[in-house]
């Protein structure tokens, strides 16, 4: 179909649907671009940008657009996460709850039928993802064509709704196989071009973030030379730890920076490891196990922890090359000032906080990750205090789009936010949910789910945390403990109170009430996780099951 008829096609489909009031009084759908950073904590981001480290990504999104100071992921753990990002949706909803591979994780999990790739691919956008997608994909049998079994069929399968695909298949890591290296690989690794499959070696021009800046910018050139607007995802493994070939030794772990960024980095900049929480001397506050499982470190692992936190932050160097590649090309196409822009990151990380090295765990340096967002009515500069989260991701960009998501988000949109900050009827708490993969994955053991709220949520709570460990909360819900935090009286979570202190009992039960109506929101026969989120009244409504 020629480009002038998808135009037209895309603008008929927009009108077939209610519209929120930004996107309707716009004219044509606007360009609009994701970069999904990996594994970057709001503490490392903001120490990136006092050093300077971050020039292009400060100019044009801190100081020219909007920053979301309470921004988190529900799942912190990149393919429940990323899944959450291409459906709006919690976890429980979109059923890819687990990185490792079976019936409900990877992307062997996922439905690809219904992302918000194929809600734009489908009124006329050319839709291109450059980078990281899944975990799994590429080595794990598509959901939706079981038929794909074959190493090569899997290799080379593009996922539905993307016009032009660019994915780094997730195998290599997997099975050692240097031919077919993985996203995990910063040299040495293959790309799905659009079901032809490129590998790359090991010269300082195949660093894997520069391919992708190279190859972002070479897909809004094609799409420049139409009038079709474009949605592009560009994903770098950066600032994640480069994973080739299994180790089984954490501390051969790094992260690669650029050739040209290497060794950048003052001597002076290093890990803080005076903070209360680094290396939390006292877990007995924590559940029973917590202890076992997390031993103190030792002076190898703070060693190890402080050289792959210098290699971190000179790793975003070249994540803000990639920046000012995709921002060049679209100027020089014309489309900048009217392109929606998204910087983020899939999940943080923890990086010794409460003996903790890795993600998944519900503190707040694994669940906060940085949001910005610039673009046409976006104010330039700002700061928002309100909740948001990575289910508002794919519905804000579906309402910029005027593109109707295939399923129900769970997630909102975040327009009103663009002009003033805590509007009427906002979330107030939301759900943070885990389930444990097969070792040696992180957490293994056991199953989480907690609710955060809102700084000032009402008199019962707070800006409190509530995280109840279960066996197995899908099929054997045995507790394993609980944590209770008070995050204005202690930010670092370095004191859960005690479950036996009558003192918050009030509070807690709240919590639990929460916690036992957003669990299943959002699923057949429950209130809307919207609802849920935003409003305690809800939880009288029929179909409350309790704690």
């Known amino acids: 179909m020629p480009t002038h008829a998808l135009r037209a096609c895309a603008l008929a489909f927009a009108a077939a649907f ?38 292009s990504i400060e100019a044009a999104m801190v100081d020219g657009g909007l920053r979301f100071d309470e921004s988190f992921v529900t799942d912190s753990l990149c393919c429940p996460s990323r899944a959450t990002f291409m459906t709006g949706q919690y976890p429980h909803n979109h059923g890819v ?24 691919g489908g009124i006329g956008y050319r839709t291109g993802l450059v980078g990281k997608f899944l975990n799994g994909y590429g080595y794990t049998t598509p959901r939706n064509h079981p038929d794909c079994t074959s190493a090569d069929c899997r290799m080379r399968y593009v996922p539905a709704g993307w016009t032009d695909w660019q994915g780094l298949p997730d195998y290599g890591e997997l099975n050692g196989s240097p031919g077919y290296a993985g996203a995990y690989c910063m040299y040495n690794y293959t790309v799905n071009d659009r079901g032809a499959l490129v590998t790359y070696g090991s010269a300082d021009a ?31 493994l950066a600032p994640h730890y480069e994973l080739c070939l299994p180790s ?12 040209r960024h290497a060794g950048s980095l003052p001597p002076y900049v290093n890990l803080d490891v005076s903070k209360a929480s680094f290396d939390e001397a006292d877990v007995g506050d924590k559940p029973a196990w917590f202890v076992q499982e997390y031993a103190s470190l030792d002076t190898t692992q703070v060693s190890t922890l402080n050289r792959q936190y210098r290699h971190r932050l000179e790793a975003l160097r070249a994540v ?15 489309r900048w000032d009217d392109a929606y822009v998204i910087f ?21 340096e694994s669940i906060r990750v940085p949001l910005l967002l610039r673009g046409p009515g976006v104010a330039a500069g700002a700061h928002r205090a309100a909740l948001v989260l990575n289910n508002d991701l794919a519905p804000t960009i579906a309402a910029l789009a005027r593109a109707a998501l295939p399923t129900v988000p769970d997630g909102r949109d975040l327009a009103p936010l ?5 509007p009427p009827a906002w979330r107030r708490r939301f759900l943070v949910e885990h389930f444990r993969d097969a070792a040696p994955s992180p957490v293994s053991w056991l199953d989480f789910l907690g609710v955060r709220t809102a700084s000032g949520d009402d008199e019962d709570t707070g800006m409190q945390l509530f995280v109840d460990w279960r066996d197995d909360w899908l099929t054997d819900p045995t507790p394993a403990g609980s944590e209770h935090y ?13 479950p036996r202190d009558g003192a918050h009992e009030a509070q807690r039960a709240v919590l639990q009430a929460d916690l036992a109506l957003l669990r299943d929101c959002g699923k057949p026969g429950h209130v809307a996780c919207i609802d849920a989120e935003r409003m305690r009244e809800h939880l009288f409504f029929a179909g409350f099951d309790g704690p």
């Open 97 to 120: 709850r687990r990185g490792q591979f079976g019936a409900d994780g990877s992307f062997g999990a996922f439905d690809d039928d219904r992302s918000i790739a194929t809600a734009l």
């Open 320 to 334: 803000d090359d990639l920046f000012a590649t995709i921002r060049a090309r679209l100027v020089a196409a014309g």
């Open 18 to 55: 209610p519209l929120p009031a930004h996107a309707a009084d716009a004219g044509t759908p606007p360009d609009i671009v994701v970069l999904m950073a990996d594994d970057l904590d709001e503490p490392t981001f903001d120490t990136a940008l006092v050093l300077g480290l971050l020039p």
């Open 486 to 498: 008070d995050l204005v009286a202690d930010p670092l979570q370095l004191q859960s109170f005690d």
């Open 248 to 259: 089984p030794d954490p501390t051969a772990w790094d992260v690669r920076p650029a050739p």
């Open 418 to 422: 663009f002009a003033q900050d805590q």
């Open 344 to 364: 983020t990151s899939d999940n943080g990380w923890l990086y010794g906080e409460h003996r903790v090295v890795g993600k998944v765990l519900a503190y707040e």
């Open 206 to 236: 195949d660093y894997q973030t520069d391919v992708i800046a190279q190859r972002a910018g070479a897909f809004i050139d094609a799409v420049a030379a139409t009038p079709a607007p474009l949605f592009l995802v560009a994903s770098p």
